[in-house]
């Protein structure tokens, strides 16, 4: 895309973009939304504004790109359907001249995503009897709607089976429990504040998934110490409970949430954090081990990838003054469809006909290559960030955030032994 907008990009964009549920959040209370195929946004907190504006070159690689802010409407239609709705901030599109924005349309052309199941009815000639009909079934489909999303919001782990018909990333958007429960959250909160206020400001980031066809996404909660400086005495009180009861306090990390897709059985399967504070640290590992393990084989090509970029993010924070990364998060993302494994030494015309089973690890026969894949590695969630340079903070931290950087070296030693003990 060109450096500016033009006439119709900035009309396009000026109609409001429709927000929609980032269906592959699996931890945090934040509400994420997904803004175009490479675009999230999330409420504004100053704090976290501060620091993606400010936060040191080495460490960007390691965070998501900031694209800027925009503001978000709380909208409701005449049938009662919620939605958000993303404009230009005061007009200006000077903070959006380099962001994609192909990807959009206005809200006008779009159906709602809705605390109910949304109708679109622009045929004039539909009976007012069939409409009747059609909203009575309707009303009943969303009441069972609303049961099982109660009953996914209680499930702690969960696998989903995922229909063989049609591409498998195009069904995630039906299934992730944790997403749909913050987008839920997130629509109450501000249809309750709708008459005192309907402006909001969201901040734009990059979508750390859109490169991968089925993201795996595994979020830890990094730290021996949760609450920020500015927690409230029974904040501090139910963070440092957390952690003790956790392997937070332990090996300063614990996992807040999971997605895998499991080739070998065709399920997703989610970890939610709740289930995550209950691991012991053999229990860490084994969710890790899973993790990294689609069902069929252990997906072994990953771990240098992930212990290199580990091992430099370490580093990186190591020489970071000041820093304190207060319930900061860690992605690792890697892409769960299957891979195409290749023999070793094999004639190209032997490879056409390769089958599954063949590139099974207990076909035995043969060694077989896997193809390259990507892993990423990014900080996450800054709200409760903290350094010296922030100018209002009346406490000044000195050094390191030692809670963090042993929580990096925990998980590394863990990864290491996985990856280890996998290859006996």
Known sequence: MSPAFGAMEVDHYSKG??????VHQVGGHSCVLRFNDKTICK???QREHQFYE??????RKFTPQYEGVVSVSFEEDEDGNLCLIAYPLNGDHNNLENLDNSDCEPKS???RWTNKKTMLLENEKISKEWVRQHRKEEKMKSHKLEEEFEWLKKSEVLYYTVEKKGNVSSQFKHHNPWSMKCHQQQLQRMKENAKHRNQYKFILLENLTSRYEVPCVLDLKMGTRQHGDDASEEKKANQIRKCQQSTSAVIGVRVCGMQ????GTGQLMFMNKYHGRKLSVQGFKEALYQFFHNGKYLRRELFESVIKKLTELKSVL?????YRFYSSSLLIIYDGKERQEVAVDSDPEDLEDLSEESSDESAGAYAYKPTASTVDVR???FAHTTCKYYGEDSVVHEGQDTGYVFGLQNL???????RDESSE
């Not at 973009?17 to 980032?22: I, N």
Request: hydrophobic share 50%; charged share 25%.
């Open 379 to 381: 900080m996450i969630d």
């Open 43 to 45: 409420p504004l907190i």
């Open 54 to 59: 400010t936060l040191p070159t080495e460490m």
């Open 318 to 322: 190591e020489k970071q003054e000041s």
């Open 260 to 263: 895998v897709y499991q080739a």
């Open 17 to 22: 973009v429709l927000l929609e549920p980032f």
């Open 412 to 418: 590394i030693d863990i990864i290491k032994e996985i």
């Open 109 to 111: 052309k779009l159906l």
